[in-house]
């Protein structure tokens, strides 16, 4: 059976257009698992929002990938900063869909904090293990964003608790790992170190003149390359501010922007690229930069073949997967000192990093490495070589793999082991409960037999059975007269006049409110008994103040006493005349066995006075035929 894997992406479709606002590398970072894991011999189901009314509910992505689009809120576009409200849907609509195909999950991946949420729902629902990358943390986005941070403020606690019960925590870099710890206290050992990769089929080196052609850039210029969504955050601006700064190196210089949604009619354009534009102008530069739009994924590596050099100056970065698409296409990197960057660009090998926030430094660096050529080659040659050996998203599916094997086998173990406690708890009470049955039948014969044989003599001479008990013995007591005043196993007989002295709640609690529940059943006794009756009563400990005082009270009326009690007897076994005396310390076990005695006295009695006699009259008492 092949081992099935649960993705939780609940904005991020593999699907999704690359470069809009909430599409960027959690997309990529869920569709390249999720293929890399099925050519491993995973079976990936893709849990991911319903984003259009046209997506089919389950689409076959390719034979061992499934994409399952989610109904939760509407069957649009809706920004993840507002999704948190419909998370419950999510999870709702996901289970219908596991419990429809009957599917068992070996583990979830969730991706982002919200699918995070679904995930630990489902564990405790469906005890299915789950591991979660997080791709961004609420409390640096916060750091760095401030007021401008949309999400709601929840979003804290809930990763707080996904940290706690998640199986394992994929961080995507180092500063990924230390902010966990630092901003969560994660325990370091929950968390495991795999980077994103990047595809290298997708992304390789092309020709710098080629690729030029391919996209019409000027062989004569430098081309510097800033590609991705268009958000503030991703210091788009700075990269601006720093062309405007650069000193004439030897040639003009193009900076190139990719990204940005297309612009559709009746929609605006996106309101950062229009900042930007605005800012380009005031600087004077705007003939220098050009706004390319956004390119399919197939275009990419030209453009990044193109670039001399690619730049990214986000104000944080929880990993950052363009800088690797770069690297994987030859071209260096000047990226900030922030999140993941500073593990992918290794600073004067492969690019440089400088501050974010910092157009100068930026600037100077851009300067100086167009101005030597020779590092420049050096370095994408490096670059190449860094992505091959670290980031392939073969390589991180091996490494996720060993994750999840881990964690499955785990799991099955603590699995089994509950399992078998359970099975083992359930085996001690079977053999507690034989051992009190072999230990009663031995002792419980002869009184069984008197008891019955003294409640037969007592009804055939028209008197009746009283009978009490607290708790499980006063459900027992009822048990007991409704067997005798119905029917037990005979059909078709009068009933015999037993009564429970636990039914009347109007009496028991007026008379304990108002006096005193020792004296419920005594009260009863006195009102309802008369000589030659039998008082039949039943408890575990035989210490009950109210079982005691009725039966004072029954002997006082020359009313049989018949116990049926467990343990040393306690104290009734010395007032009653038969004492059954369950051979047991356990109240449960004592408890069980008195249930079989009962069912047996009724067994006995009814045998006794309504033998059944097909050719005759099946009813009639056979009373002359007894000896008493
Ligand atoms: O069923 C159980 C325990 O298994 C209890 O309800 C139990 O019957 C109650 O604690 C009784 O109050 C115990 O009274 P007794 O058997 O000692 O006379
Ligand atoms: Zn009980």
Request: hydrophobic residues 40%; charged residues 20%.
């Amino acid at each position: 059976m092949k081992t099935r894997i649960a993705f939780i992406s609940e904005h991020a479709s593999p699907l999704a257009a690359l470069g809009g606002v909430d599409a960027g590398g959690q997309n990529v970072y869920v569709g390249e698992l999720a293929r890399q894991m099925a050519k491993k011999g995973y079976q990936v189901d893709i849990f991911t929002r319903r984003e259009n009314p046209a997506l089919p509910r389950c689409l076959q992505w390719n034979q061992h990938i499934r994409i399952i689009h989610v109904d939760a809120g509407p069957p649009e576009p809706v920004e993840k900063e507002l999704l948190l409200p419909f998370m419950a849907a999510f999870r709702d609509d996901m289970l219908a869909f596991i419990r429809q195909e009957n599917i068992h999950y070996h583990l979830v991946h969730a991706n982002f904090f919200m699918s995070a949420l679904v995930a630990m729902e489902l564990k405790s629902m469906l005890h299915v293990p789950f591991v979660v990358t997080f791709h961004a943390l609420g409390r640096v986005r916060k750091l760095h964003q401030g007021e401008q941070d949309r999400f709601p403020p929840e979003r804290i606690a809930i990763e707080q608790e996904v940290i706690r019960q998640a199986d394992q925590i994929i961080a995507e870099c180092p500063q990924d790992k230390e902010d966990l710890i630092n901003l969560y206290h994660a325990p370091a050992g929950k968390i495991t170190m795999i980077p994103c990769g990047v595809n290298t089929e997708e992304m390789y080196p092309v020709d710098r003149q080629l690729a030029r052609m391919r996209v019409r850039l000027s062989q004569d210029e430098y081309v510097l390359l800033q590609l991705g969504r268009m958000v503030p955050r991703k210091g788009v601006d700075n990269v601006i501010r720093a062309i405007a700064k650069l000193p004439y190196a030897g040639k003009k210089i193009r900076l190139i922007v990719v990204g940005g949604e297309a612009e559709e009619p009746g929609k605006g354009p996106n309101p950062e690229i229009c900042r930007l534009k605005q800012l380009a102008k005031e600087l004077g530069i705007q003939a220098s930069v050009t706004f390319a739009g956004r390119k399919g994924r197939d275009e990419l590596k030209y453009y990044y073949a193109a670039a001399d050099i690619f730049l990214t100056t986000p104000w944080y970065e929880p990993f950052g997967i363009t800088p690797l698409e770069s690297m994987a296409c030859g071209t260096p990197v000047i990226g900030a000192a922030v999140g993941g960057i500073q593990y992918s660009v290794q600073d004067g090998k492969t690019g440089c990093l400088v501050p974010p926030h910092d157009p100068e430094a930026l600037a100077e660096k851009i300067f100086t490495l167009l101005k030597d050529q020779q590092q420049l080659q050096e370095m994408g040659k490096q670059a190449i070589r860094r992505v091959q050996t670290l980031f392939t998203w073969q390589h991180v599916a091996h490494k996720m793999s060993t994750v999840y094997e881990h964690i499955i086998t785990r799991h099955n173990v603590a699995v089994s082991a509950t399992v078998l406690e359970d099975l083992s708890a359930i085996d001690k009470a079977f053999d507690s409960l034989m051992t009190a049955v072999a230990l009663s039948r031995r002792q419980l014969r002869i009184p069984l037999r008197d008891a019955a044989h003294r409640m037969c003599r007592c009804l055939l001479q028209g008197k009746k059975i009283l009978v009490c008990g607290n708790g499980g013995s006063a459900a027992e007591s009822q048990h007991f007269a409704a067997e005798l005043m119905g029917r037990f196993e005979i059909p078709d007989r009068p009933g015999l006049p037993v009564i429970s002295l636990t039914a009347d709640t109007a009496l028991l609690t007026a008379w304990s409110n108002d006096f005193s529940f020792d004296d419920v059943f005594a009260r009863q006794v006195r009102a309802l008994g008369r000589k030659g009756d039998i008082l039949l009563c039943i408890s575990t400990s035989g210490n009950s103040p109210n079982i005691l005082r009725a039966m004072e009270a029954a002997r006082e009326m020359q009313i049989t006493c018949i116990n049926l009690l467990g343990k040393d007897g306690g104290d009734a076994a010395a007032l009653g005349e038969i004492n059954i005396i369950v051979p047991s310390a356990s109240t449960v076990r004592i408890q069980e066995m008195q249930l079989h005695a009962l069912h047996t006295l009724c067994m006995l009695v009814e045998q006794r006075l309504y033998t059944p006699r097909p050719a005759k009259e099946t009813t009639q008492p056979v009373a002359a035929s007894l000896t008493l």
